[in-house]
C-alpha cells in the first residue's frame, strides 16, 4: 500500500489545474501544433443555440450497466458553488447537476459546444451586454419531483456571492455582476439582491460592467437550481439535489461517489446528456500503478472500467497501440513560470531565462510525454481560443529550444557574470517526480549562466509556500485554465494591476503595467464578442513580447485510458476530462 | 633394605609405547570456541563474504563507478530517452551494453548501476549506523535499569514506556515536512539534516525492546553468586556491570544486531518507498519507489535494488542466525 503523499494526493499532472472549464476546441483531435493564426472566426463554431432534445443515443449503446472511474485525484469538494477544479465541475455538470447552459460534444467536429441546458436558448443580452435574461425550460423537476422554479435560479446566483461561507469557486460575479462589490450573499445579506431579478420562468441577471461571456459563464454548476428551503452551506455539497440523468446514492469525501439513475430526468428536456448505464462508482485516492494495470489488462469489471488521470509513461507505450483504448487530446491549459516582475526587474534577465528553461529534459524527468501530455508552445492563450495568435516573443524559440548561449549572452548584457544571478523556485521534495524535474532544472539554469536554488516544499503546502509574499522565491511555477473559450477568462484574472497584493496572490507574477491595464479596460468596456475575441489574441501577443512576464513551460493534452466495453468517451477539451454527459456502455 | 629411590637409574624407567598419553590441555576461551564452530559452518562462512563484498562495495562504491565507466545522475533526457520517456540504450528494449551494464532510468536517463553502487552505500551507513547507536542506547539503559532500585528503575521503565508507546511510521511522517520546513531554503543543509532525521528516527524508535531484554536478564542475574561475592568484595558497580554482567548477556544483544541490522536496512527502503527517507542521496528504497510502476516494461529496473535488498538482508539474517548458535554454550552441532 503506497502512501505517496499523505493526505490530498493529486496526480502531478493536474497538480497545476488551477481553474476549471473554458476552452472551446479548435478542431485538433490529437496534438494541437497549430502552424499560423487561428483566427477569431471559429467562435460562432463553437455555439448552437438550436440544439435540440433528446439528446442522441447511439445504436451501440446497451442499456444499464455500471461504470467505475478509477482516479488518484481527490475532489476538494462537490458543492456546485464552490466547485471549480475540473474534476468536480466536469462529475456534477455532466452527470448529476443541470446549469442554464452546457456544453456538449459534437461527434463531427471532435469539439465541444456551447448549447442550452436548462434554460431555452443560450440567453439574451441587451444592446449594451450589461443585463442577460433566460428563460426556464417547462416540465424541469428535481430527484424528489418537486418542480425546478425560476426562483431556484435566481438563489443559486445569490448564493454564489456567499465567498465566505463558500470559498474556492468562480469569481467573476464580484467583478462583474450588480453591486457584486457590495453583496456578500443570502447567509449574511440576505435575500435582497438587486442584480437578478425573477418573472415567471425568465432570470434576469444585471451586470455593473459590459460582461459579453455570460452565456459561457452559466454552464458553470454554480448556475444550478438550488432550492432555499433545502439548502445547508456546511453539508449541500454532500448531497446536491439532482437535476441531471444521475443522482447521489452515498458520497463518502476523499473516497468514493455512488451515482445511480434520477428517474425524475426527461430526456427530452435535455439536448446535451444521454442515461444509458444504471450508476457511476467513482473510486478517488486510488494508487497509479495499480489503477492503470487493471485496466489495461481488461479483465471482467475492468472493462467498464476508466480513469481520467492522464496516463504515466510507463503505462503509455503499452497502450498506445491499442488506440481504440486510449483518448488523447487538448486541455485548455496553460503551465508557466511566472516571474515576479517586482523581484526580476530587467526585461533582458526575464527573457534569458525563457533560453535557459530545459523544456524537454524538465518534461521528460517529470514524467510527461511531449506532444501527449505536453504540448510546446509561446502564447500564453491556449489553442482553441477565439481570437488567438501565434507568435514568437523570442524569436527562434517556439518552446521546447534550450540555447544556453543566447541566456548567457542577454545575461552578459544586462550585465550579470556566469553563475550570479540568482533563481530560486520552490519543488516538493515527497514528489519524486518534482525532485527529478528539479534537478533537471537546476542543471539547466546552471548552464545557461544562472544560479539555482531551489527552495523545498512538500505537496501537501507547496501551494500556500507558492503564493506566500514573504517567500524568497522569484518564479513560480503555475498554470491557468481558460473558464470559457475566449482571452476574457485569462487575462482579467491574472494579469489585472488590481489584483497585485491580493490575498492568494492571483497575479502570480505581480504583473502591473498601466498601458496594459487600460487596454484590458478598453477591451472589456468598450468592445463587442466579435471585436474582443481577436482583442485578447493581440493582447497576448503585445505583453509577452514587450514585457516577458512569463515562460511559456507548455500547454496541457489529456491521455486517458478506459475498458474495451467504455463507448462514447472523447476528450471534453473544455475540462480536459471525459464527455461523462455522452458515454454508454456498448453492447 | 631396598633401592633409594635417588639410585633407580632413569633407564630402568620406561613406559609402554601402547599406554595412551594425555593430551596437553590447550585452554580455549568461549570466544575462540565459537569462532571455531563459525568457520565449520559453510553457510556462515558464504553468508560472512557476501556481508564483506557489500561492505567493500559501499566503501568503494566511488571508485567502482569509475571502474565501469558510469557517473551518478548525470542521465541527460533529451539524448538518452526516446519519445515515450523510454531508454534508448540498453534495457528493455535494446541489448545489454557496457554502457550501461544494469541499464538508464526512464524519465530521467540516470545510470542505473551507479545508483546501485551509491545505493549499497546509503543502505549500509543507515543499517550500520543505526543499529550501533541502538543497540548502545538499549544496552546501557538496560544494564542501569537491571541494577539500580527504586526512582531510578522506576524513572528508567517510565521513560522506556513512554517511547515505546510512540508510533514509529506516524513519528517518521511527522518529522519529515517539519525537516523541510525549517531547512528547505538551503538544498545542502536539508540534505544532511533529512538524513540526520532518518538515523536518529531509527535509532530513538528501536532501542527499547533491547533495553527490556537486557534489564530481564540483568534482574536475573544480579542475585547470582558471582555478582553477590563481587558486591561483597567491594568491586565498584561500573566494573561489575561491563565486566561481569555483560559477557553473559552477549547473546540477546548479538541476536538483536543481527536482527536489527536487516531490518533498518529493509525500514530505510520502506521509508523512501513511502516518501520519507533521504532525497537527493541515492538508496535502493527510492529506486524501488520509482521503478514500480515499469515492473512489466521494464522490470531490471525494479529487480536490480530489489535484488540487492534481498541479498544483503538474507545474508545477515542467516549470518546473525549462525553466530546466535555458535556463541550459545548450549547449542550441541
Known amino acids: 500500500m503506497r502512501m505517496k503523499k499523505p493526505g490530498v494526493v493529486i496526480a502531478a499532472a493536474a497538480l497545476m489545474t488551477l481553474a476549471a472549464?473554458?476552452?472551446?476546441?479548435?478542431?485538433?483531435?490529437?496534438?494541437?501544433?497549430?502552424?499560423g493564426k487561428i483566427e477569431g472566426g471559429n467562435a460562432g463554431s463553437f455555439k448552437d443555440p438550436n440544439a435540440k432534445a433528446p439528446a442522441p443515443v447511439p445504436s451501440n449503446a446497451a442499456q444499464g450497466g455500471t461504470f467505475t472511474v478509477l482516479t488518484n485525484q481527490v475532489p476538494s469538494t462537490l458543492d456546485p458553488t464552490q466547485a471549480y477544479y475540473v474534476d468536480s465541475t466536469a462529475i456534477l455538470s455532466d452527470l448529476v447537476l443541470r446549469s442554464l447552459t452546457q456544453y456538449s460534444y459534437n461527434e463531427k467536429t471532435n469539439d465541444m459546444q456551447l448549447i442550452p441546458d436548462m434554460a431555452t436558448d443560450l440567453g439574451r443580452p441587451s444592446s449594451d451586454n450589461k443585463s442577460w435574461t433566460f428563460t426556464l425550460r417547462s416540465g424541469l423537476k428535481y430527484e424528489d419531483g418537486t418542480p425546478v422554479t425560476a426562483k431556484d435560479i435566481a438563489y443559486a446566483v445569490k448564493r454564489s456571492f456567499a465567498i465566505k461561507e463558500l470559498p474556492d469557486g468562480p469569481t467573476y460575479q464580484t467583478t462583474f455582476f450588480l453591486d457584486g462589490d457590495k453583496y456578500k450573499g443570502p447567509f449574511k445579506d440576505g435575500n435582497n439582491y438587486a442584480g437578478v431579478v425573477t418573472k415567471g420562468n425568465d432570470?434576469?441577471?444585471?451586470?455593473?460592467?459590459?460582461?459579453?461571456?455570460?452565456?459561457?459563464?452559466?454552464?458553470?454548476?454554480?448556475?444550478?437550481?438550488?432550492?432555499?428551503?433545502?439548502?445547508?452551506?456546511?453539508?449541500?455539497?454532500?448531497?446536491?439535489?439532482?437535476?441531471?440523468?444521475?443522482?447521489?446514492?452515498?458520497?463518502?469525501?476523499?473516497?468514493?461517489?455512488?451515482?445511480?439513475?434520477?428517474?425524475?430526468?426527461?430526456?427530452?428536456?435535455?439536448?446535451?446528456?444521454?442515461?444509458?448505464?444504471?450508476g457511476w462508482d467513482f473510486k478517488f485516492g486510488q494508487d497509479t500503478a495499480k489503477l492503470e494495470n487493471i485496466i489495461i489488462n481488461d479483465q471482467g469489471s475492468a472493462q467498464t472500467t476508466l480513469t481520467y488521470d492522464n496516463v504515466s509513461a510507463s503505462s503509455y507505450r503499452q497502450i498506445a497501440s491499442d488506440k481504440a483504448r486510449l483518448v488523447t487530446g487538448t486541455s485548455p491549459c496553460t503551465y508557466m513560470w511566472f516571474i515576479d516582475m517586482t523581484k526580476i526587474t530587467d526585461l533582458k534577465v526575464r527573457q534569458a531565462l525563457g533560453w535557459a528553461y530545459p523544456y524537454q529534459a524538465a518534461w521528460k524527468a517529470g514524467g510527461?510525454?511531449?506532444?501527449?501530455?505536453?504540448?510546446?508552445?509561446?502564447?500564453?492563450?491556449?489553442?482553441?481560443?477565439?481570437?488567438?495568435?501565434?507568435?514568437?516573443?523570442?524569436?527562434?524559440?517556439?518552446?521546447?529550444?534550450t540555447d544556453p548561449a543566447k541566456s548567457k549572452e542577454l545575461l552578459k548584457a544586462a550585465g550579470y557574470k556566469p553563475g550570479q544571478y540568482e533563481i530560486k523556485f520552490l519543488f516538493a521534495t515527497d514528489d519524486d517526480l518534482s525532485v527529478q524535474a528539479k534537478d533537471q532544472i537546476v542543471k539547466g539554469l546552471t548552464a545557461g549562466g544562472f544560479k539555482a536554488t531551489p527552495i523545498a516544499s512538500t505537496s501537501e503546502t507547496i501551494r500556500t509556500d507558492r503564493t506566500d509574499p514573504k517567500s524568497p522565491i522569484n518564479v513560480r511555477s503555475s498554470g491557468w485554465c481558460s473558464d470559457w473559450p475566449t482571452g476574457g477568462s485569462w487575462f482579467p484574472a491574472q494579469w489585472s494591476g488590481d489584483l497585485v497584493g491580493v490575498e492568494g496572490m492571483p497575479n502570480p507574477s505581480n504583473f502591473k503595467e498601466k498601458d496594459m491595464d487600460a487596454e484590458q479596460n478598453r477591451i472589456l468596456d468598450t468592445l463587442s464578442p466579435e471585436k474582443a475575441a481577436p482583442a485578447w489574441g493581440q493582447f497576448d501577443k503585445t505583453m509577452e513580447t514587450k514585457y516577458y512576464p512569463a515562460v511559456n513551460t507548455g500547454y496541457s493534452g489529456t491521455a486517458m485510458i478506459h475498458g474495451s466495453k467504455v463507448g462514447g468517451m472523447a476528450n471534453d477539451n473544455v475540462r480536459g476530462m471525459p464527455t461523462f454527459a455522452r458515454m454508454y456502455i456498448t453492447k | 633394605m631396598g633401592i633409594s629411590p635417588a639410585e633407580l637409574s632413569e633407564t630402568d624407567i620406561h613406559e609402554d609405547p601402547n599406554t595412551p598419553v594425555k593430551a596437553a590441555v590447550a585452554g580455549r576461551s568461549p570466544t575462540q570456541i565459537a569462532l571455531s564452530r563459525l568457520r565449520a559452518d559453510k553457510i556462515a562462512v558464504v553468508c560472512l563474504v557476501v556481508v564483506v563484498i557489500y561492505v567493500l562495495i559501499a566503501i568503494f562504491a566511488p571508485l567502482l563507478t569509475d571502474l565501469f565507466g558510469v557517473q551518478l545522475h548525470q542521465g541527460d533526457p533529451v539524448k538518452d530517452l526516446d519519445a515515450t520517456n523510454f531508454p534508448l540504450y540498453g534495457p528493455p528494449d535494446h541489448g545489454f551494453t557496457w554502457k550501461a551494464p544494469l541499464g538508464i532510468a526512464p524519465n530521467t536517463g540516470n545510470d542505473n548501476l551507479a545508483d546501485w553502487l551509491y545505493g549499497a552505500r546509503t543502505s549500509l551507513i543507515v543499517a550500520t549506523i543505526s543499529t550501533a547507536a541502538s543497540t548502545l542506547i538499549g544496552v546501557v539503559?538496560?544494564?542501569?535499569?537491571?541494577?539500580?532500585?527504586?526512582?531510578?528503575?522506576?524513572?528508567?521503565?517510565?521513560?522506556?514506556?513512554?517511547?515505546?508507546?510512540?508510533?514509529?511510521?506516524?513519528?517518521?511522517?511527522?518529522?519529515?515536512?517539519?525537516?523541510?520546513?525549517?531547512?528547505?531554503?538551503?538544498?545542502?543543509?536539508?540534505?544532511?539534516?533529512?538524513?540526520?532525521?532518518?538515523?536518529?528516527?531509527?535509532?530513538?524508535?528501536?532501542?527499547?525492546?533491547?533495553?527490556?531484554?537486557?534489564?530481564?536478564?540483568?534482574?536475573?542475574l544480579r542475585e547470582r553468586e558471582f555478582v553477590q561475592a563481587a558486591r561483597v568484595i567491594g568491586v565498584p558497580t561500573r566494573r561489575i556491570?561491563?565486566?561481569?554482567?555483560?559477557?553473559?548477556?552477549?547473546?540477546?544483544?548479538?541476536?538483536?544486531?543481527?536482527?536489527?541490522?536487516?531490518?533498518?536496512?529493509?525500514?530505510?527502503?520502506?521509508?523512501?518507498?513511502?516518501?520519507?527517507?533521504?532525497?537527493?542521496v541515492p538508496s535502493w528504497g527510492q529506486t524501488i519507489n520509482r521503478a514500480v510502476t515499469f515492473f512489466d516494461s521494464y522490470p531490471l529496473y525494479l529487480y536490480a535494488p530489489v535484488f540487492g535488498v534481498l541479498i544483503l538482508v538474507m545474508a545477515l539474517n542467516l549470518l546473525g542466525d549462525a553466530v546466535r548458535d555458535a556463541f550459545d554454550p548450549k547449542t550441541r552441532r
Not at chain 1, 22 to 33: H, K, L, R, Y
Not at chain 1, 238 to 249: L, N, S
Not at chain 1, 372 to 401: F, N
Open chain 1, 21 to 35: 472549464c473554458g476552452g472551446g476546441g479548435g478542431g485538433s483531435s490529437s496534438t494541437p501544433n497549430s502552424n
Open chain 1, 203 to 278: 432570470v434576469t441577471i444585471k451586470m455593473r460592467r459590459p460582461f459579453t461571456d455570460m452565456d459561457y459563464y452559466a454552464s458553470f454548476p454554480a448556475f444550478t437550481a438550488i432550492p432555499q428551503s433545502k439548502d445547508n452551506p456546511q453539508t449541500y455539497g454532500k448531497h446536491p439535489v439532482a437535476t441531471g440523468p444521475y443522482k447521489f446514492a452515498d458520497y463518502k469525501p476523499g473516497s468514493e461517489l455512488k451515482l445511480v439513475k434520477n428517474d425524475q430526468w426527461d430526456p427530452n428536456t435535455d439536448p446535451g446528456r444521454i442515461q444509458a448505464v444504471d
Open chain 1, 368 to 401: 510527461e510525454i511531449q506532444g501527449v501530455t505536453r504540448v510546446p508552445g509561446t502564447a500564453i492563450l491556449p489553442p482553441g481560443t477565439a481570437g488567438r495568435v501565434d507568435y514568437q516573443a523570442l524569436p527562434g524559440q517556439d518552446g521546447s529550444k
Open chain 2, 141 to 220: 539503559v538496560g544494564l542501569i535499569a537491571g541494577f539500580s532500585t527504586g526512582w531510578v528503575d522506576r524513572l528508567i521503565n517510565f521513560i522506556v514506556d513512554v517511547f515505546l508507546s510512540l508510533p514509529f511510521i506516524l513519528v517518521a511522517l511527522a518529522v519529515a515536512p517539519i525537516i523541510v520546513i525549517r531547512f528547505g531554503q538551503s538544498p545542502g543543509k536539508l540534505v544532511f539534516w533529512q538524513f540526520t532525521a532518518l538515523l536518529l528516527v531509527l535509532s530513538l524508535l528501536t532501542w527499547m525492546t533491547l533495553a527490556r531484554l537486557v534489564r530481564g536478564e540483568v534482574l536475573s
Open chain 2, 241 to 280: 556491570l561491563f565486566k561481569e554482567l555483560l559477557p553473559n548477556l552477549l547473546a540477546p544483544i548479538i541476536v538483536s544486531i543481527s536482527l536489527g541490522l536487516p531490518a533498518f536496512v529493509t525500514a530505510e527502503a520502506g521509508l523512501a518507498y513511502l516518501g520519507i527517507g533521504v532525497v537527493g
